[in-house]
């Protein structure tokens, strides 16, 4: 049984309040091994817009180390989502409200400018959120890239002691003092200029390696 909106609205208010210190708590607790983030670096400190490839089962330790770059980021308008919101706030994102079925193409053009002000110019997305399917990427990391003649990045997490939801994505709460490493993959350059079909297989091309990047993190352990 889901739960009722009164408890949701109780648990964002929650989060607001405490979500980002619990992320922050149990980040640094961990024993925690951080690979390819002199990429990700060197993108930012040469001024170049990166869009962060998160899968949406495997944000929480990407969360914890990308929330000092106060990420923009597009969430749900669904209650789910005002928790998720609240926490990601808490952390100093800038977050956007809208999905692919409600308020998505102004949450989107928001996120957008938003970008084209800052100096440093970086998103994350749960790239196989809302609702799935798992670790397949849908449209919107790809087309941000474009927008912004960017960069796609790809993200990785695992924690060796973590609690795993039961839904679609699976999401993993680290537990505290766990072994942990987080990947960030190589760069991956978005045409612009990419439209109908070309998109879909780039898109897919990009799915692919960013689904590998992940399931190879999760193979090592």
Same mark, same amino acid.
């Given at each position: 049984?889901?739960?009722?909106?009164?408890?949701?609205?109780?648990?964002?208010?929650?989060?607001?309040?405490?979500?980002?210190?619990?992320?922050?708590?149990?980040?640094?607790?961990?024993?925690?091994?951080?690979?390819?983030?002199?990429?990700?670096?060197?993108?930012?400190?040469?001024?170049?817009?990166?869009?962060?490839?998160?899968?949406?089962?495997?944000?929480?330790?990407?969360?914890?180390?990308?929330? $000092? =770059?106060?990420?923009?980021?597009? /969430?749900?308008?669904? %209650?789910?989502?005002?928790?998720?919101?609240?926490? &990601?706030? !808490?952390?100093?994102?800038?977050?956007?409200?809208?999905?692919?079925?409600?308020?998505?193409?102004?949450?989107?053009?928001?996120?957008?400018?938003?970008?084209?002000?800052?100096?440093?110019?970086?998103?994350?997305?749960?790239?196989?959120?809302?609702?799935?399917?798992?670790?397949?990427?849908?449209?919107?990391?790809?087309?941000?890239?474009?927008?912004?003649?960017?960069?796609?990045?790809?993200?990785?997490?695992?924690?060796?002691?973590?609690?795993?939801?039961?839904?679609?994505?699976?999401?993993?709460? $680290? =537990?505290?003092?766990?072994?942990? /490493?987080?990947?960030? %993959?190589?760069?991956?350059?978005?045409?612009?200029? &990419?439209? !109908?079909?070309?998109?879909?297989?780039?898109?897919?091309?990009?799915?692919?390696?960013?689904?590998?990047?992940?399931?190879?993190?999760?193979?090592?352990?």
């Amino acid at each position: 049984m889901g739960l009722s909106r009164n408890t949701k609205t109780r648990i964002s208010q929650i989060a607001l309040r405490i979500g980002g210190h619990l992320v922050r708590l149990i980040g640094k607790s961990l024993r925690l091994e951080v690979r390819g983030w002199t990429r990700l670096q060197a993108l930012l400190e040469s001024g170049k817009p990166v869009i962060l490839q998160i899968w949406h089962g495997d944000m929480f330790i990407v969360w914890y180390l990308i929330a $000092p =770059l106060q990420p923009a980021a597009i /969430v749900s308008q669904a %209650g789910d989502g005002d928790i998720a919101s609240a926490i &990601l706030e !808490g952390l100093n994102f800038k977050t956007f409200r809208g999905s692919s079925t409600r308020g998505g193409r102004k949450a989107y053009s928001g996120m957008i400018r938003y970008l084209r002000q800052r100096h440093i110019k970086v998103s994350a997305f749960a790239s196989d959120g809302p609702r799935g399917p798992q670790r397949v990427m849908k449209a919107g990391t790809f087309v941000a890239a474009q927008h912004l003649d960017g960069y796609i990045i790809p993200s990785a997490s695992y924690a060796k002691w973590s609690l795993r939801g039961r839904g679609w994505d699976k999401f993993a709460i $680290p =537990l505290p003092f766990s072994k942990a /490493v987080a990947s960030f %993959g190589e760069p991956i350059k978005v045409d612009p200029s &990419l439209r !109908g079909e070309a998109l879909s297989q780039a898109l897919r091309a990009a799915s692919e390696t960013c689904k590998k990047h992940q399931e190879d993190l999760d193979n090592s352990f």
